[in-house]
Structure formats: C-alpha cells, structure tokens
C-alpha cells in the first residue's frame, strides 16, 4: 500500500504534502516564514497577503496562473476605546476604560454576501469581545492579574471562575438553569492540586444547585515521581459506585509506551491494551491495541518532520 509523503524546505517550512493517492500539495513562503501560497493537488491556489506587522491582511483564491484573483477574506486592525470591568472577587467589580486593538475580519461569501466577525482585545492580548455581523458572541471580564474572571455567551449565559494560590482554577461556576425568582442555578466544578501545580481531583456537581441530593461526577488523577500522569479514575465519588479507570505507563525517559482502559478497579483484569512504538529519536512509529488496531509506520526525517505512513 502507498503511504504519505512531505518534503520540506532547508529552514523547515514544510515545501509539498503527497497524499496515498498521489494528490500533491505545495507551499511557498514570504522571508517571515509565513504562507503567501498553496498549491492545491487541482492546480488551484490560495493566496495570502500580509501587513507590515506580518499580520493577515487579505487571503485569495486564484483558479489557475493566469486567471483572476477573486478574494475570499479581509482584515484589518484599529485601536479602539472600550469600557470594561476589572474583578476582585468572584462577584466583585470596578468599571474601567482603555484603548484596545479591534480586528474586523470580512469573509466573502458571495458577492452580495459577508461575514463580518470583530474581536476586541486589550493590551495584554486578552479577549474582551467577539461578535459576528455585529451581535455579540461572547465576551470575558478578567480579575487585577489578568487571570479570567468571567465569560458571557450570546444568549447571557455566564461562566464564573474562581483560583487558589497557585493561580491555578478551583472553581468553575456554569450555568445550569433559571430558578422561577430569576436567579440562575450554577453548576459548580472543583478542582485540586497538588504542590506541582497537578490536578489530583476534580469534582462537578450534576444536579441542581439548590437540591437537597447531592450527586457529583469526579475525576481523580494519580502521577509519579517526574509529574507523569499514571492513573484516571472516573467515578460518582461514592464508595460503592462504579468506577472507569484507565492506567499510563512510561520508558525510563518519560515517554508514554502503553495505556490499559476500560478497567472498573485498579486489581480489574479486563481491560484493553494499547502500545506505542518510538525510534531511537523518541518519534512515535506505530501505534497497536489488543483490538488488532495498526496504525502503520511513520517515518521521519532529520529535524523530526513525519515523512511517510506506511
């Protein structure tokens, strides 16, 4: 059977793709490494233009050589004033203003039709707004650090998040429904960790916040000495529930060679095997399970770019 096939340029760029049945695509690249052309296996092309900052400014599509450019996409950026909440604590705030960059991005898709998508973010490149053909998607507020506070969806769904010491999240707030007094019901999802920043368990609620019964789906995380993780357990976080493991192992340089799932105890003897073979560079080859899966071999060249799959 024939297999893929990619060559690359001196620098790395990847230069052609050839697929199993020998469709060749090619790619050419301005002095910033950037694709300014792609040769499709038809003979068409997709052309894209940048600014003087390296930032996509237009993309074509081009039939042939010597046919017409017809343009797909535009783009452009501008700073714009904005208003905006910065929080202290999970429902705590103060209202700011600044000037951030907006990119409006027009997608073509007739003549008569756009696709006009606009992203607001600020100075330290966080997302405050994206909307599309002007209603707004989604937008996200941040606490004094710059870590997210809050995200709300197009319908005004909103996402709170809580973090400990670590700076790391440990408490996930999604809405779950409207109570009749209009007070939203949160599902809450926790997180632990330990002194390597590991999450060790997480733990959501799955029912109401407001119920009496409380059921929860948890995940715990087991790791080694060198942070590896080593055992996932899913379970309802009850004694006798049941429970999903699934176990990793390592070589002695910390590369994973097989994983066993499908167990429901760590002593279980059901379960499936996969393993991964590697080269004596570390790339994956090939990749089995007890199924009788075979992923087939990969092989590579110098710089550890995937060449072909046989």
């Not at 599509?61 to 202290?88: H, M, P, V």
């Not at 999240?169 to 920043?197: A, H, I, M």
């Not at 192992?249 to 060679?257: D, L, R, V």
């Not at 080269?279 to 060249?301: I, K, M, P, Q």
Request: proline letters at 1%; glycine letters at 8%; a negative charge.
């Amino acid at each position: 059977s024939h297999g893929s096939l990619t060559t690359y340029y001196p620098d790395g760029n990847k230069k052609s793709e050839t697929d199993a049945e020998g469709n060749i695509t090619s790619y050419v690249y301005d002095a910033y490494g950037q694709v300014i052309k792609k040769t499709n296996p038809d003979g068409t092309m997709n052309l894209t233009a940048y600014d003087g900052l390296q930032r996509e400014k237009a993309t074509y599509f081009l039939g042939s050589e010597n046919g017409t450019k017809q343009i797909l996409t535009k783009t452009s950026y501008e700073f714009a004033g904005y208003n905006f909440d910065i929080y202290s604590a999970l429902d705590t705030s103060a209202s700011h203003s600044c000037k951030g960059l907006k990119t409006t991005k027009t997608t073509y898709i007739t003549e008569n039709k756009q696709v006009i998508s606009e992203t607001l973010t600020d100075i330290k490149e966080h997302t405050i707004y994206e909307k599309t053909n002007g209603e707004t998607k989604r937008t996200s507020a941040y606490y004094a650090n710059g870590q997210l506070a809050r995200q709300t969806d197009a319908l005004g769904n909103i996402t709170k998040y809580e973090y400990g010491y670590l700076n790391k999240v440990t408490k996930t707030y999604t809405p779950f429904n409207t109570k009749s007094n209009g007070s939203v019901n949160y599902s809450v999802t926790e997180n632990q960790y330990d002194k390597n920043g590991n999450v060790t368990l997480a733990k959501q609620t799955v029912q109401k916040q407001d119920s009496d019964t409380v059921k929860y789906s948890v995940t715990e995380n087991q790791y080694n000495a060198q942070g590896l993780l080593t055992q996932v357990t899913l379970s309802d976080g009850t004694s006798n529930g049941e429970k999903n493991i699934t176990k990793y192992f390592y070589n002695n340089a910390g590369i994973q060679t097989k994983m066993y799932t499908g167990l429901n105890s760590t002593n279980d003897s059901d379960y499936m095997t996969t393993n991964y073979e590697y080269d004596a560079w570390g790339h994956l080859v090939r990749t089995t399970d007890s199924t009788g899966y075979n992923s087939g071999a990969t092989t590579y060249d110098l710089n550890g770019n995937a060449l072909t799959v046989t």
